[in-house]
């Protein structure tokens, strides 16, 4: 009889509940306790696993007798406390949701926990795994024949409310381009496979939450922008990011260029977003466009209806969560996104915001 591996949840919030129903589509796994200080969070969590026991502190979920793992999926300004406190008191393999974390003064903090944390931490970085994402990986270097350009575009619906309102504030959110943009630098690094040296950006608040206050604060979240990053093998990366495009057809769009051809990738928004009058929502593609003989080759790239069911993140969320729990039952010996993964990460969103607010170029280095 297979042992069943038992799930803590730190903030069970709107990512922590589609972490929840992902969870429940594996075999032998159940989220078994969660910390989660909102009423409303936690009726919603009990939906999911109507059994599931609620902890009145972080250290009584770690005091959970049968608890395997730990999944952190908090407010980000929580991330590091959180880590910390588990390095403290319990340290269970951890999945922490993305940013790792939102100061630059953290960087110290997290570079003393990570040397001396005894369990494997893993960086939830899910657009890795959403399946034409993961096609487009696999297919990038064969079909470029060595990228030399890399572009990621991301049309989409503004920023959702959350419990509290935090990801209206750079302070809380560590702002747009590292709250919601760390997944793309995160997949430029893993495609290109360097480092980046220089990362140049614009954007700005130009439509979204112009008239958003909380508490009398107004939001000073950005909603669109443009950032070019230069690595160190010579290629070079750009994100386009639009909060105010939600009417378009495809959310993601990635394309790879190379001396041999074309690669892109295309994938739409959350299902429970498309208009039911339009029918069905887009299927997500791959398209391989050669050089010579020139012919683009389109693939459909379907997911799973019962996996697209379970979150807003194309799949992806159900197949990180596969690959973690072979981490925590000894399937495999790493996590395949590291902290080193999550930190370049953030220092990347880090390094655009810098680069808006004071309108220059920003070297790594200067964060590094």
């Known amino acids: 009889m297979s042992k069943t591996t038992h799930y803590g949840i730190i903030g069970c919030g709107m990512m922590g509940n589609e972490h929840m129903r992902n969870i429940a589509l594996l075999p032998d796994a159940k989220v ?7 009423a409303g969070m936690r009726q919603a969590a009990q939906h999911v696993e109507p059994d599931v026991n609620f902890a ?20 980000n300004f929580r991330h590091v406390e959180q880590l910390e406190l588990m390095a403290e008191k319990r340290a269970l393999p951890v999945l922490v949701e993305k940013p790792l974390f939102t100061d630059p003064a953290d960087v110290a903090r997290m570079d003393a926990f990570i040397t001396t944390y005894p369990a494997p931490v893993w960086v939830a970085m899910e657009y890795r ?32 409310p959350k419990v509290g309102n935090w990801n209206r504030f750079n302070a809380k959110s560590g ?4 709250e919601k943009c760390c997944h793309f630098f995160d997949l430029m690094r893993l495609t290109i496979g360097a480092e980046p040296v220089r990362v140049m950006a614009s954007g700005g608040q130009d439509v ?8 009398g604060v107004a939001s000073d979240i950005q909603d669109n922008g443009y950032v070019i990053v230069d690595f160190d093998n010579g290629a070079r990366a750009m994100l386009e990011l639009c909060m105010f495009a939600e009417g378009a057809e495809y959310q993601e769009e990635v394309f790879a260029v190379g001396p041999k051809g074309k690669v892109e990738a295309q ?13 069905d929502a ?5 398209v391989i466009s050669p050089r010579n003989p020139k012919g683009p080759e389109v693939r459909d790239i379907p997911v799973d209806p019962d996996i697209l069911e379970a979150g807003d993140h194309n799949g992806s ?18 996590p395949e996104v590291s902290f080193n993964d999550g930190k370049m990460a953030v220092l990347m969103g880090m390094a655009a915001q810098l680069s808006i607010a004071e309108q220059r170029v920003v070297k790594m280095s200067e964060l590094l």
């Open 32 to 38: 078994s306790v969660i910390f989660e200080p909102d």
């Open 267 to 279: 994938v739409p928004g959350p299902g429970r977003f498309w208009p039911a009058h339009l029918g």
């Open 208 to 215: 979204n939450h112009l008239t958003e206050t909380y508490d």
């Open 282 to 286: 887009p299927v997500p593609k791959l």
């Open 129 to 160: 795994y959403m399946p034409p994402i993961a096609a487009f990986l696999e297919a990038a270097d064969e079909a470029t024949g060595g990228i030399k350009m890399l572009t990621i575009r991301e049309h989409r619906f503004p920023f959702l």
């Open 317 to 334: 969320t159900f197949y990180q969560h596969q690959k973690f729990l072979e981490l925590v039952r000894g399937e495999r010996s790493e």
């Open 175 to 178: 702002g747009t381009f590292v």
């Open 56 to 75: 009145d502190s972080i250290e009584d979920l770690l005091a959970f007798e049968d608890l395997d793992c730990v999944l952190i999926a908090s407010p």
